[in-house]
């Protein structure tokens, strides 16, 4: 059973960073690839990151490019999201998700990142 | 960039109604398409994926449909559990692009 537990999120001042983790437990984690999704309050979806499982293959949406850094230690079945330089509109609840095919197949439950002053 | 046009924004409907959403990609996307429900406070749950394949456990009521831009969701038979919110996602292996969502409430 894929089991997957995000952490990490809370309040912080724009400008300043958080880092999000994802553990991952129920399957062969470095076999798969692992995305972000986020969804702001009471809007809908958006992709954020990918990485893939060699550790080094990685990809983001336009609006995270440079600011936000996605990684994972196989070793420790953990996936990562490193967000600096933090904005208001980056408020939403992460969501790290499974890849299979490409699709971003089985979710976490979700971490809340709220960016104010 | 690849747009994904989601219609309608919200669908009112009863109990055993047909329902159909549609999601419109802006060039051809060819099968590169899922669909998810998300329920209150929830996370998006997979329907749907290579436009037309049901992942396992799915009730045989949903049904995708598509290929290259123009893509359905058919929800045969809506039970009280499917109302909900319905996103389509296209995906390839260096983004993706959620449509805006569909609401489907009680009529």
């Known amino acids: 059973q894929v089991h997957l537990v995000e952490s990490g999120g809370g309040v912080v001042q724009p400008g300043r960073s958080l880092r999000l983790s994802c553990a991952a437990s129920?399957?062969?984690?470095?076999?798969?690839?692992m995305h972000w999704v986020r969804q702001a309050p009471g809007k809908g979806l958006e992709w954020v990151a990918v990485?893939?499982?060699?550790?080094?293959?990685?990809y983001y949406a336009d609006s995270v490019k440079g600011r936000f850094t996605i990684s994972r230690v196989n070793s420790k079945n953990t996936l990562y999201l490193q967000m600096n330089s933090l904005r208001v509109e980056d408020t939403a609840v992460y969501y790290c998700?499974?890849?299979?095919?490409?699709?971003?197949?089985?979710w976490g439950q979700g971490t809340l990142v709220t960016v104010s002053s | 960039d690849i747009q994904m046009t989601q219609s309608p924004s919200t669908l009112s409907a009863s109990v055993g109604d047909r329902v159909t959403i549609t999601c419109r990609a802006s060039?051809?996307?060819?099968?590169?398409l899922a669909w998810y429900q998300q329920k209150p406070g929830k996370a998006p749950n997979l329907l749907i994926h290579?436009?037309?394949s049901s992942e396992s456990g799915v009730p045989s009521r949903f049904s995708g449909s598509g290929s290259g831009t123009e893509f359905t969701l058919t929800i045969n038979s809506l039970q009280p559990d499917d109302f909900a919110i319905y996103y389509c996602?296209?995906?390839?292996?260096?983004?993706?692009?959620f449509g805006q969502g569909t609401k489907v409430e009680i009529k």
């Open positions: 290579k436009a037309s």
């Open positions: 060039q051809s996307i060819s099968d590169s």
């Open positions: 998700a499974r890849d299979v095919g490409g699709v971003p197949w089985d």
């Open positions: 996602l296209h995906y390839n292996r260096y983004s993706g692009t």
């Open positions: 129920g399957f062969s984690f470095s076999s798969y690839g």
């Open positions: 990485a893939y499982y060699d550790e080094v293959t990685k």
